[in-house]
């Protein structure tokens, strides 16, 4: 975390500390203090996520925070600014809310609300741990389960009418996913929820996640940093991490920023200056995409264009920034794909485009249902050079055979337990016993060694080695010269049973379909377990 002491957020030095330069020895000494120093390397890994200072509070809530704050032998108290409360007992809670009831204007019609459940817990581990309910200017941290105990009769009964409140909407992204988890862990109905990835689905913008809208509508000093760390964390602990009460609190303050912002169309101004700031030309931008679909989609195989319109309008990051509605992303998706069946980089298969008119491009475009990057599918150099190819690298028959069978499966860099399962499901291998997970782990480990399968960047992942691929590709090209080779090119492209081949070889390409955010990191896809669930 060393990095963050440079950063905009840095954590202030005292004044003198510049003079320490002159001496080496002290302002070593100092800096190590300062970054070991427990609670403070607390600050520096957690500043990245800390919502902004509140600098003027309304009356209500100023009242509101002082007779909290009197109440700090039942009521704690574990962040400052802005105020942060965690109600870990029922008397805790029921005196806080009691608090509530007493300034009828502590929200605003409408509140952030979100909700944490303790993963690794052994005893009830669906049961949701916390609620947390924020304004714009507090937030509290009902640590229900370890309040209930698992009897529904200990819920605080005033938090149950805040969330059974028709007239006090509770808003954060997929609020009524954790309302149903709530009904199942604890009996009630909430009511009042509001959904913002549906209100931003109505507004056109195409961003889903909390994360990508708090950085559209939420207030610059706010962001959202997602962790499998999250997957350890305690949210039923008596004394609470402050990385903890960050990511807890900061998911309901942005829940109540993002319905604001959202609501009056106020995107950030990173977002609606990026493209002055950063400008791209359409070559430029057009290069970038192209190279985009090569790296996740298969040359030679008929795809649906839709399809590729999808990976466009979900992968390509500019995109987000500059164009954050989605029907504005759709048609530049399509207006790209005109523009390579022009060029030649992508190739049309079925529909016509005879169309000259600009205005009816994207229905032209749209009329096209199939489309194929130029070259031979992957699948069929393997099929006639694959073995040819290993056997020249100085494999040894078995093993050209092996990677003949399973190179497709890892153009992309795939978790190592997810290829040993795709081979044991799909594989016609014989010269090991595919179903043996250990043979089959064995074997790709060895294909690592000698070179023929590479570590991906994420842990335990392989993939094709990218000079084998290029090998594969160019040796292809000269192997034909002297082999008579069948031409690739369907005669009838309408065929039901070549569409369905192709779709098959495309879902197996496209091992990481888009279906979260697109800066969310999903690892690819496990199919059915041969292994039941020994994982």
Known sequence: MYHQINSPHMYKLPVHFADLATNTRKLHHCTMKLLYNKNQYLILSSIKKMYNNIQTYSSTSRLLIDCLDKEKNKIQKVQENPPVYQLATKAAADRCLDILRRFPDWHTGFVGFDTETTVYRQKDPQVVSMIQIATRELCFLFQVFRITKINNTKFPPLLQEILTNQDIKKVGVNASGDANWIKKSYGFEMRGMVDLEKIAQQ???????????TRMFGDPGLVLEKSRKILKWNFDAVKLDLEVIRY?????FAGIQVYESILKDRINEEYLNYEKRYPMSMKEEDDEIYSLILESHPKGVNTRTKTIANSIENHYQRWFKTKPKTDDRHKAALNVIGRFIEDGRLIKVLGNTDSNSDEQNEKKISSISMIRLPGVPFNKILKDFGKE???????????????????SYCL???????????????????????????????????????????????????LLHPDWVNGLEDGYEKFKLTHDVEDERVENETSKEGDSD???????????????????????????DVWGNKD
């Open 203 to 213: 507004k056109g913008y195409a961003a889903r996640s909390l994360r990508e809208l």
């Open 248 to 252: 807890a609190s900061s998911d309901a």
């Open 389 to 407: 190819f290993f056997e020249s690298k100085g494999l040894p028959q078995q093993d050209s055979e092996f990677m003949t069978e399973i190179s």
């Open 412 to 462: 992309k860099a795939i978790k190592k337990e997810s290829l040993a399962k795709n081979i044991a499901n799909n594989s016609k291998i014989t010269s090991l016993d595919r179903k043996n997970r250990d043979a089959v782990i064995a074997k790709l480990n060895e294909l690592n060694r000698k070179g023929a399968l590479m570590s991906g960047q994420k842990n335990n992942t392989l």
């Open 502 to 528: 192709n779709e098959n070889l495309e879902g197996r390409w496209e091992q990481n379909e888009q279906t979260y955010e697109p800066w969310q990191d999903i690892t690819t896809f496990d199919p059915s």
